[in-house]
């Protein structure tokens, strides 16, 4: 994701008032559009400025001396009692990597893959931090979940717990699609443990506290409040569509991987990103998204089980043609005068597609005989399989409609 700084303007002071502190707040890992939570390294630096002989400037009174009263009302509620329930589970999740060099070619700026990264011998660093939320304790291990975002690219990642102890994590497994992750750490460093509720109960109003460290450790089991906007989102991409649970409690970079939690402590869900901007240009506010709890559950189990999402593929890698302007079809070799469909830039040797005669440059038409002209409805209809169906593709080849029956396998 690309990087754009923020900076907080402080309003100019009075010139009969003497400016007594000036306080920059410079944000980094705020992003327009979908911003994904992880804050990168050294987010926030403030300057105090305050005037040292006001420091210690003494306020004259006349009369009686301001008291505090000692029937104070006591104003913790459900919320409170919610937030302990979950704080002490909450972690800050260290995304650590080396330096390196990449070389990608022009399909890899695309449609990913095809890239040379070599690491240089050199020490780890903080790459960017995010939130996880411990919410399983055997006799041995304790497992996270955060959001795979978090932890993309890591050489090392690192769990900083609750009471500030650094523990090394050990990734389980990862999945891309629903971003989510699990981490495992020894039992011993855990002292509490998160419940999941039931997310397909949620209600539009209901109130909801997000717990994370938004802008790094730095901030560490921050808690903002706000209600559910719409309990089941539905967030679209060029590549994917994900449900979601949209609220207006405040996700900030860094809160990635944290939690969204009910009046009774349970997790219903975990955040994910923002939204900052709209496409035509105009700023957001309080409108952010969490994977919701029941498909964070089951995500989860299987990357603990297996360590990876089985889901049904080609064996292909692919861009729609109508992603792909007209001026950059000549660099990629794209020679087809068909204005859309699936583009099919490279096929995987002994892969499903491979077996039933599917080519490079082939232009998927339709699956099963449905239309398909983007990315996101091809995965679409594969889903409706399983792994080990086959299923008609009909592909543009030189002028002519092949149907290809190929037989899916797993990822």
């Not at 005068?337 to 583009?343: A, F, R, T, V």
């Amino acid at each position: 994701m690309d990087q754009q700084t923020q900076t907080e303007k402080q309003p100019t002071a009075s010139a009969k008032r003497p400016r007594h502190l000036l306080v920059k707040a410079v944000v980094v890992g705020m992003l327009a559009g979908f911003v994904g939570g992880a804050a990168s390294f050294g987010a926030l630096t403030l300057y105090d400025n305050m005037n040292v002989s006001n420091q210690n400037a003494s306020v004259s009174v006349t009369g009686k001396s301001a008291k505090l009263s000692k029937a104070s009302a006591n104003n913790s509620g459900a919320m409170t009692a919610a937030y302990q329930k979950v704080s002490g589970a909450v972690v800050s999740v260290v995304n650590l990597q080396r330096q390196s060099n990449s070389t990608t070619n022009a399909w890899s700026s695309l449609i990913g893959g095809n890239s040379t990264s070599k690491k240089q011998d050199s020490k780890l660093e903080t790459y960017s931090e995010g939130s996880g939320v411990v919410y399983l304790k055997s006799a041995t291990k304790a497992y996270i979940v955060t959001n795979n975002h978090v932890v993309s690219g890591s050489d090392a990642v690192q769990a900083i717990m609750a009471n500030g102890k650094k523990v090394t994590a050990k990734i389980v497994g990862t999945d891309a699609t629903t971003d989510l992750a699990v981490l495992s750490i020894p039992a011993k460093d855990v002292n509490q443990v998160a419940e999941f509720g039931d997310s397909k109960s949620l209600v539009a109003g209901q109130t909801v506290i997000a717990v994370g460290s938004p802008l790094g450790t730095a901030y560490a089991s921050s808690v903002t409040q706000g209600i559910i906007s719409a309990p089941n989102r539905v967030l679209t991409t060029s590549t994917s569509q994900q449900t979601v649970v949209q609220t207006d409690a405040a996700i900030n970079p860094g809160n990635s991987g944290g939690a969204l939690v009910n009046s009774a402590g349970q997790v219903i869900g975990i955040n994910s990103m923002k939204l900052a901007e709209s496409t035509d240009g105009t700023s957001v506010e309080g409108m952010g998204f969490a994977i919701p709890a029941n498909e964070v559950v089951d995500i989860i189990n299987q990357l603990v089980k297996k360590g990876k999402i089985t889901r049904p593929q080609l064996g292909i890698r692919v861009i729609a043609l109508g992603d792909i302007p007209t001026t950059y079809r000549h660099r990629l070799g794209i020679e087809t005068q068909l204005k859309s469909g699936i583009y099919v830039a490279e096929v995987t040797k002994n892969s499903g597609a491979a077996k039933a005669g599917m080519k490079a440059k082939d232009v998927i038409t339709a699956v099963d005989g449905k239309k398909v002209t983007t990315v996101l409805k091809l995965h679409e209809f594969l889903n409706q399989h399983k792994v080990g169906n086959t299923v008609t593709i009909t592909v543009s080849r030189d002028g002519k409609l092949l149907k290809l029956p190929v037989k899916l396998e797993s990822n």
